[in-house]
């Protein structure tokens, strides 16, 4: 079955580190970019992080310097590496599939998430 | 970074046709994709490029695109197409490659 899943949320104190894992199964996990979405409760979507085949990386304003997405093609694994959080990092975090089609890019295949919460 | 303008929620009488747009400098550059969300689960790809359908979505869902704005279309709206609807694209804006979405219209069928 073509499929993500997260792994790794969970309560973590204001300016402390947690690594989220995305494990993708059913396709050839090495010829897709991959990325990570977020949404706060209530909140509609973010765009968190996006690593390339080649291992090239972007990251919006809001996460630079503090997360770092990595990927493991012999493992089929997807990872965000999250330090220095902040209570407005709290959020449902996905994984993402990025298909590629011509001048085309858009996200064909979602995790279900895992949930991130940032509180003392 | 670019930003998508969406209009927070609007609503459609059952079998009715809504259209739901959105609007931003980097759709100019680049076609949007749509995304379809239900409460409690993960987003859906409903609309990618100039008009394409993923398998598996019905037809009454389609997409346009003229300057700016991209909208997407539900001809017919059924009680299940009652959900978020996101739009998002590419945002090639200031020195980096990013992505961006927009901020969600909450689609009410009647």
């Known amino acids: 079955e073509v499929q993500l899943v997260e792994s790794g949320g969970g309560l973590v104190q204001p300016g402390g580190s947690l690594r989220l894992s995305c494990a993708a199964s059913g396709f050839t996990f090495s010829s897709y970019d991959m990325h990570w979405v977020r949404q706060a409760t209530g909140k509609g979507l973010e765009w968190v992080s996006a690593?390339?085949?080649?291992?090239?990386?972007y990251y919006p304003g809001s996460v630079k310097g503090r997360f770092t997405i990595s990927r493991e093609n012999a493992k089929n694994s997807l990872y965000l590496q999250m330090n220095s959080l902040r209570a407005g990092d709290t959020a449902v975090y996905y994984c993402a599939r990025v298909k590629v089609a011509g001048p085309d890019r858009y996200f064909d295949l979602w995790g279900r998430g895992t949930l991130v919460t940032v509180s003392s | 970074s670019s930003e998508l303008t969406q209009d927070p929620a609007v609503s459609v009488a059952l079998g009715q046709t809504v259209r739901i747009t959105c609007q931003g400098d980097?759709?100019?550059?680049?076609?949007a994709s749509w995304y379809q969300q239900k409460p409690g689960q993960a987003p859906v790809l409903v609309i990618y490029g100039k008009n394409n359908r993923p398998s598996g979505i019905p037809d009454r869902f389609s997409g346009s695109s003229s300057g700016n704005t991209a909208s997407l279309t539900i001809t017919g709206a059924q009680a299940e197409d009652e959900a978020d609807y996101y739009c998002n694209s590419r945002d090639s804006s200031g020195n980096h490659l990013g992505w961006v979405f927009g901020g969600g219209t909450k689609l009410t069928v009647l």
């Open positions: 690593i390339g085949t080649a291992g090239d990386t």
């Open positions: 980097s759709l100019r550059s680049y076609y």
